[in-house]
């Protein structure tokens, strides 16, 4: 391969992931790499130090364009938004920090930033950049990038999970779920279900799908006894690795239709996260490599 192939192919599940963290889906963090690319063959290599920076510089600033276009479109969008969840190998999970920033709840929170917050936050506090490359990455001076990585990580420590669930938990909590939607049992599901729990659905407007959020262990449980999952097919679930902790992939008639991640605080589930829309599970079936 000639240098700068060698250099994007060495880099490209890092890429990958900056995108994919910063956007929230792999269809929009997938394209963020083509055009990187497409930039990145039209450098002049010898004026480049480091290549790695050089190319965390592009995908941040493709990013950081993407991520207005996503905020325009998220406002026409039916019903909830959730990340699109990836199947992710069994090692990420070993990885706790990186675990923990691709996880379903921390990218909800991720999106209550504004862009150029959650470009720095992304790049120093999962990727450890410096605070003169962020500034490179991101257009702004290095003290500039000190204060939005100021705030930002004051808005992050309000707002993300507290106490969180270890792995073991995240799966007690799924086996509940799944006993719910197979037998119809719902007491074990009840048991461990914060008051406040919140369950968000996203169909995308194309899938059967909560139009807004259901708050409450009893309209929770509730929810599932009537049938969260249609019981129009034949359904099967799997306990699988999404996003870096415990999942699970729901079939009907032997087709994905549906993922289902928790959120775990100090031994209860405070929400559910069930995404159903079609252009979100179409890279399901196979592992995506996320990486540091």
């Known amino acids: 391969m000639d240098p700068a ?19 929230g889906t792999a ?6 790499l083509q055009e ?17 920076a050089y190319l965390v510089r592009i995908v941040t600033r493709q990013a950081l364009d993407r991520l207005r276009v996503l905020g325009r479109r998220k406002e026409s969008y039916v ?35 504004q862009p150029v917050e959650r470009a720095v936050f992304v790049l120093r506090e999962v990727f450890d950049l410096g605070y003169d490359e962020i500034a490179e990455a991101v257009g702004k001076s290095p003290s500039a990038v000190r204060q939005l990585a100021y705030r930002a990580r004051a808005h992050v420590a309000a707002r993300r999970p507290r106490g969180t669930g270890s792995p073991a938990e995240h799966r007690a909590a799924l086996h509940a779920f799944q006993r719910a ?41 509730r929810l599932l006894a009537v049938g969260w999952w249609k019981r129009d097919a034949e359904r099967s679930v799997e306990l699988v690795q999404i996003n870096g902790g415990p999942g699970l992939l729901v079939r009907a008639d032997g087709e994905i239709d549906g993922v289902l991640v928790v959120r775990v605080e ?3 589930v405070t929400g559910a996260y069930h995404v159903r829309n079609p252009e979100k599970l179409s890279r399901i079936g196979r592992q995506t490599t996320v990486t540091r």
């Not at 930039?39 to 004026?47: A, K, P, T, Y």
């Open 181 to 221: 939607v197979e037998t119809g049992e719902l007491q074990s599901l009840l048991d461990i279900l914060a008051p406040d729990v919140v369950a968000l659905s996203d169909g995308g407007g194309v899938k059967h799908a909560l139009l807004r959020p259901v708050v409450g262990a009893d309209n929770v449980a």
């Open 36 to 52: 990187t690319w497409l930039r990145w063959v039209g450098v002049d290599l010898d004026i480049v130090r480091e290549k790695r």
């Open 79 to 113: 019903g909830p938004w959730l990340p699109e969840p990836l199947l992710t190998a069994p090692d990420v999970a070993e990885d706790v920090e990186l675990a923990d920033s691709v996880s379903m709840a921390m990218l909800l929170v991720l999106e209550t930033l």
């Open 27 to 32: 269809a929009d963090a997938e394209d963020v």
């Open 5 to 23: 192939t060698e250099a994007f192919v060495a880099h490209r599940n890092l890429l990958f992931t900056v995108a994919y963290e910063m956007l």
């Open 266 to 268: 100090n031994g209860h």
